[in-house]
């Protein structure tokens, strides 16, 4: 992306930061892999759920499609979007670390590599436990968010709690 968008074409600037255009390098590089895969799991689970009975009952009950897929639908279908999202949180701001350092961004990102090359054992533990906690933070809000989204989580053994 750096030799095609900022060599070649000169549309963006290889490094550093400054304005706008210094972001949308990195964010397409960090932001892309994850497009493709969030796209396919909401069609596929959109495309499930079309096919439940409660969609049909409410195409006969003259309920506009527009609704159907708003409310109905996609209030279903982007559970496992939220739950991917959850387990791919910690992985893409722990995966900043390369994109700064493509970039030549001044961070965290950096300062870890910088700290890999010294031999700095407690700067590098510190970052291990920084994302631990974040992958189990970022588990845990998806969770709570999950609760808030489909009231059927929230049950234990088939009562309210």
């Known amino acids: 992306m750096i030799f095609f968008f900022s060599v070649k074409l000169d549309l963006f600037p290889v490094e550093g930061i400054g ?17 493709a895969l969030y796209t396919r799991l909401l069609r596929a689970s959109v495309l499930e759920n079309l096919q439940e009975p409660y969609v049909l ?3 006969t009950r003259g309920i506009h499609e527009k609704i159907i897929m708003g409310k109905h639908v996609l209030r279903i279908a ?7 999202l959850g387990m791919n949180l910690g992985k893409l701001l722990t995966g900043t670390i390369i994109v700064e350092a493509v970039f030549s961004w001044p961070g965290f ?18 970052y291990v436990l920084l994302a631990a906690g974040l992958f189990i933070i970022s588990n845990l809000i998806v969770d709570l968010i999950q609760m808030c989204i489909d009231p059927r989580i929230s049950r234990k053994g088939g009562e309210r709690q």
């Open 19 to 35: 304005t706008w255009k210094h972001l949308v390098l990195p964010s397409v590089t960090l932001a892309l892999p994850l497009i």
């Open 78 to 84: 982007i559970s496992p979007m939220i739950t991917g």
């Open 57 to 59: 009952f409410a195409r």
């Open 109 to 126: 990102g950096r300062y870890f590599i910088e700290a890999i090359f010294n031999r700095d054992v407690p700067v590098i533990q510190c």
